[in-house]
Structure formats: structure tokens, C-alpha cells
């Protein structure tokens, strides 16, 4: 591999462009209120990922504040770190109220977007102290999703009598809240019930419903539930990119060098890898070990690829029309889209943790094999 192929020049480019798509994405910034022990972290961990609502982290707002903000990515969590609502619910509104106004003034990415309020099906009691603060939550201009957290189910799905009961008295108060109802969740297992997670859809549902405009994106990177909403933007890119490649027509690919290793294309690789919220560090280590798979074989692998793409004509000279180039481009996102969703899930490592670079290089080399095979396949209908 020469110097233009480098895993050094590829590894910078690569968080270039990472952190070109994260400034483009931006932040989803949530606030979780309820009172202690209803189990906020958890709820928050199993949507958005365990690292960002790890106990403890996070810095004041002000120096005095009430407010705890913690960034990660595309997430950002704002909570009050174990404070009583009913005892300091005003002192909250208060400092959110503040913090509001500042923020909203500031880029989209730093203002507040989304407020879930979490009660627990274990209390069986709602307050009226609480339903004054979500009124307040309201009041501000925040959107309101209100979670009935650790619901049990039956073990073919039905929810407990008693949690059907108690929503339908918090649904009667009539509060400001997101789709007039509380959303029943269970956000962590129970091996020895056998309790499942529940649930979690319909709250990444709702939240994307009442979030303001422009935030989609980084809602969709952040949250780990929704993986189809992940596919549906991710084929997106793919689509922009592969028609900027055929629109660059003619381009010569350096087939010798690296497959992938024109702006477009590692522009869209990035891209992907930020929707799925895939670390940069990791991706690009995981990028450079999958294109292996094509750089080190060169002319020869490339060229048997696209030989199968009628249209194309010689390697040799390593130029490629429009049509073929787009395909191309398309096939190399889809089969870095099918990486990044095993990477999402925790999986292409190795004993150690690791990554299992053997393993990232097959998994790429075999769709990016199947998605050219399409293309020949579609072209023939055509």
C-alpha cells in the first residue's frame, strides 16, 4: 500500500469526514425528571446506550444549578442527579426555565428539545405535586413524554391489570403531555421472572413525534432502539453519494490503492458510521480492515467485480461511467451499512474485545460481492 493508501492518511481523513457529518448531525438534547429511584438511568441506558447515563457524571449547568448536563455524541441528558421533585420541583422549573431562554438563543444542537417524565408502576401513586411540574414542563414550550416505568407483563405480552389501571388514572388528570397518555415501559430484563424489555418502541416513537424539526438526525444517531430508522437514513446516504459518483462520471478509481478511497465514498462511510452511532475511533479502525479486504487484492478482485457490471469495459484502464460508478459506490455503502449494524449490536470483536479485523474484512468483502451481483442482475432485466 503506498503513501496515498495508508492507513495513517486513511485514519485522518476519515475522522475529517466523521466529524464534518457530526457537525452536520448534531445533538438531541433530552431532560428526564421523576423522582428518585423510578428508574431514569435505566430507562435512559437501555434507549440511548450505557454510557451516557452512568451515575455521577455530568457538571452543573451554573455553578448553583439544579441541572445536570452530561454530552455524548449526539446525546446529550439533562437531570437533576437524584433531586426530590416534590420537594424542589419549583427550584428545578426554575433553573430549567433560565436555561431554557439562554439555550434558545444558541445553535439548535444546545437547546433542550425533548423532557420524558418517569413515574414507577411499583408506587402506584402519582402526585399531585408531579402533575404541577409536568403543567410547568409544559409551560416552558417543552415537549412532555410521560413513562410508567418497570411494568410487568404476562407472559403473552399483556400488560399487569393494575398498570393498566394506574395509567388510566394519570390519563384522566388531562395533562400536557405527548399523545394525551403515559407510555408503559420495562427497560431492563428480569432473567428470574422473566420479565422482558418493553415497550421502548413506542417511547422512541413518540419522542421523534414531539421533537422539534431539524433534530431527526441526531435523534437517530443517538437512540439505539430503532435500527430500522437507522437503515432508512442510512440508505439515504448511500443514495446522495451514489448519485454524486455517477454524476462524477468518468473518474478513474484507483483500483490499486484502495477501492473506497475517493472523498465521496469515505464521505459516505463516515456518514453511515455516525448513524449508527458507532464511535469514530472504532469506526475508522474498523473501515480500514474492512477495505482491506479490496486494497490488498488490488486490480485484480476489483476487476473481477465490476467485470460482472455490464458496461464497463477494461480495468485497465480505470475509468467507469456514470452508471457504473454510482452502482459501485452504492454497493460499498451498503455492505459498510451491514459492518456498522453488527458493530451497533456489540459484535465483530474478538475474545479480548478487540476488534476482529479477520472477521470485519469477510463480512464486507461478502455483501460487497452480493450487492455487485444485483447490480448484474438488474441490469440484465433492464
Request: glycine share 10%.
Amino acid at each position: 500500500m503506498n503513501n496515498f493508501a495508508s492507513d495513517g492518511w486513511f485514519k485522518d481523513e476519515f475522522h475529517k469526514r466523521y466529524a464534518e457529518s457530526a457537525k452536520e448531525i448534531g445533538r438531541f438534547n433530552l431532560a428526564v425528571f421523576g423522582k428518585t429511584g423510578v428508574g431514569k438511568s435505566t430507562l435512559v441506558n437501555a434507549v440511548f446506550g450505557a454510557e451516557v447515563a452512568r451515575t455521577g457524571i455530568g457538571e452543573p449547568v451554573t455553578k448553583e444549578s439544579t441541572l445536570y448536563l452530561h454530552t455524548s455524541g449526539f446525546f446529550g441528558l439533562l437531570d437533576t442527579q437524584g433531586l426530590e421533585i416534590g420537594v424542589e420541583g419549583d427550584r428545578v422549573i426554575k433553573d430549567l426555565a433560565k436555561l431554557i431562554q439562554e439555550r434558545r438563543r444558541k445553535p439548535q444542537s444546545e437547546q433542550v428539545h425533548v423532557a420524558w417524565y418517569a413515574v414507577r408502576f411499583a408506587d402506584r401513586r402519582f402526585e399531585e405535586t408531579e402533575a404541577a411540574f409536568i403543567r410547568k414542563l409544559a409551560d416552558l414550550g417543552l415537549p412532555v413524554v410521560l413513562v410508567m416505568t418497570q411494568v410487568p407483563t404476562s407472559p403473552s405480552g399483556a400488560y399487569h391489570p393494575d398498570a393498566v389501571e394506574f395509567a388510566q388514572q394519570i390519563d384522566a388528570r388531562g395533562l400536557p403531555v405527548h399523545g394525551a397518555r403515559v407510555y408503559l415501559t420495562n427497560a431492563k430484563a428480569d432473567d428470574f421472572s422473566g420479565q422482558p424489555v418493553h415497550g421502548l418502541q413506542d417511547l422512541v416513537d413518540a419522542t421523534f413525534r414531539c421533537a422539534p424539526a431539524g433534530v431527526e438526525d441526531a435523534l437517530t444517531a443517538a437512540q439505539r432502539v430503532d435500527l430500522k430508522r437507522k437503515q432508512e437514513q442510512a440508505g439515504t446516504v448511500i443514495a446522495g453519494a451514489a448519485t454524486a459518483a455517477g454524476a462524477a462520471g468518468a473518474t478513474p478509481i484507483p483500483f490499486s490503492d484502495a477501492v473506497v478511497l475517493v472523498p465521496i465514498q469515505l464521505g459516505m462511510m463516515a456518514r453511515i458510521s455516525a448513524i449508527y452511532g458507532i464511535e469514530v475511533d472504532k469506526a475508522a479502525m474498523a473501515s480500514i480492515a474492512a477495505t482491506a479486504a479490496a486494497t490488498q487484492a488490488g486490480r485484480t478482485v476489483a476487476g473481477n467485480l465490476l467485470k460482472m457490471v455490464p458496461g464497463f469495459g477494461t480495468v485497465g484502464g480505470g475509468a467507469i461511467n456514470a452508471t457504473v460508478a454510482a452502482g459501485f459506490t452504492g454497493a460499498i455503502g451498503a455492505a459498510w451499512s451491514k459492518v456498522c449494524v453488527k458493530l451497533s449490536e456489540g459484535k465483530l470483536r474478538g475474545v479480548n474485545g478487540a476488534l476482529d479485523t479477520e472477521s470485519i474484512r469477510t463480512l464486507f468483502l461478502d455483501e460487497l460481492k452480493t450487492q455487485i451481483s444485483r447490480l448484474k442482475l438488474n441490469a440484465k432485466e433492464r
